[in-house]
């Protein structure tokens, strides 16, 4: 069975930073594509960042140069370095993994396994 278990969010103030890590179980992060999304309250879900197969990264512009995605095989481990976080950084951040070898982290949400979430809320 596959987990994804986030960690590390919390509560910071405009300017600070963060380190999330997800965890996952019964899924080889080697060679898949692995994203980090978040959610606001009454917006829809985005993606933040997407680290490749080959290790390419992709951000979304309102994170680059901010935020930073990596992952250790070794351990199983997707992390996201957030730094200089706004306040319009407030939501609920979801670990994702797709689901087939060697994709490209697109399409419909049924193409990941999720993560529960971890919240992160930043105050001004």
């Known amino acids: 069975q596959v987990q994804l278990l986030e960690s590390g969010g919390g509560s910071v103030q405009t300017g600070g930073s963060l380190r999330l890590s997800c965890a996952v179980s019964?899924?080889?992060?080697?060679?898949?594509?692995m994203a980090w999304f978040r959610q606001a309250l009454g917006k829809e879900r985005e993606e933040v960042a997407t680290?490749?197969?080959?290790?390419?990264?992709r951000y979304a512009d309102s994170v680059k140069g901010r935020f930073a995605i990596s992952r250790d095989n070794a351990k199983n481990t997707l992390y996201l370095e957030m730094n200089s976080l706004k306040p319009e950084d407030t939501a609920m951040y979801y670990c994702?993994?797709?689901?087939?070898?060697?994709?490209?982290?697109?399409?419909?949400?049924?193409?990941?396994?999720w993560g529960q979430g971890t919240q992160v809320t930043v105050s001004s």
């Open positions: 019964g899924y080889a992060t080697f060679g898949r594509c």
């Open positions: 994702a993994a797709d689901r087939v070898i060697g994709g490209y982290c697109r399409g419909p949400s049924g193409s990941f396994y």
């Open positions: 680290i490749f197969s080959n290790g390419y990264t």
